[in-house]
């Protein structure tokens, strides 16, 4: 008894076809590992604002409460120390408020990356509005700074003398703000280093 076999032609592909296909999955394997890089760096980044703020908050809540009276005075004269005796430490204020209030509005275009870590449009705004927020705090972190040394040391050539030792709360306060400033500005540094990194890598 004879069994009837049937044969069954499967085409083969070709060498061409496979070379053609494994560069696409070659390709989808590194699309998935630069989002799960792009997604840590979009969570760091989230933290990181979140820090910023807290720091530039701190500092614009300190110098805009620094004021002392001194104990003595007399009935025409009043020895006070504010910071709005002083433009500068003015500046600072609204330079620090504006920083923070930035990087509350900033929060949802951060979530955004996280959610979507390949989308570059957002990770460019944050890039651009982040170096003007960042060149803003440095400049009013800096001028303070130096208004801030002039009340601890004076300028002997200018004939101005130190006031801290008689306002030192006064200089306390502003000493504290302009460390917190700084913070805020390491913290804005960083983050302009985090969205440049995100969008030079594919």
Not at 162 to 177: H, L, R
Not at 186 to 196: E, H, K, N, P, Y
Request: hydrophobic letters at 55%.
């Amino acid at each position: 008894m004879k069994s009837d076999s049937v044969a069954v032609d499967v085409p083969a592909e070709s060498s061409s076809a496979i070379k053609g296909k494994a560069p696409l999955l070659g390709l989808a394997r590194d699309h998935t590992g630069s989002g799960g890089y792009k997604r840590g760096l979009s969570i760091f980044d989230f933290l990181l604002r979140l820090a910023a703020i807290v720091a530039a908050l701190a500092a614009a809540a300190t110098m805009g409460t620094s004021d002392e009276t001194l104990p003595f005075f007399t009935q025409f004269l009043q020895f006070e120390a504010s910071y709005d005796d002083l433009p500068t430490f003015q500046f600072f204020v609204v330079a620090i408020a504006i920083v923070a209030g930035y990087l509350v509005l900033s929060l949802p275009f951060s979530v955004v990356t996280i959610v979507r870590p390949l989308a570059v449009a957002p990770r460019l705004l944050l890039l651009v509005l982040d170096t003007a927020a960042l060149a803003l705090d440095t400049a009013a972190a800096s001028a303070a700074a130096a208004i801030v040394y002039l009340a601890h040391n004076g300028n002997t050539n200018t004939n101005w003398l130190p006031i801290c030792q008689q306002f030192g709360d006064f200089c306390q306060k502003t000493s504290g703000a302009v460390v917190s400033a700084f913070a805020s500005v390491t913290f804005l540094a960083i983050l302009v280093v985090i969205s440049g990194v995100s969008l030079k890598r594919p």
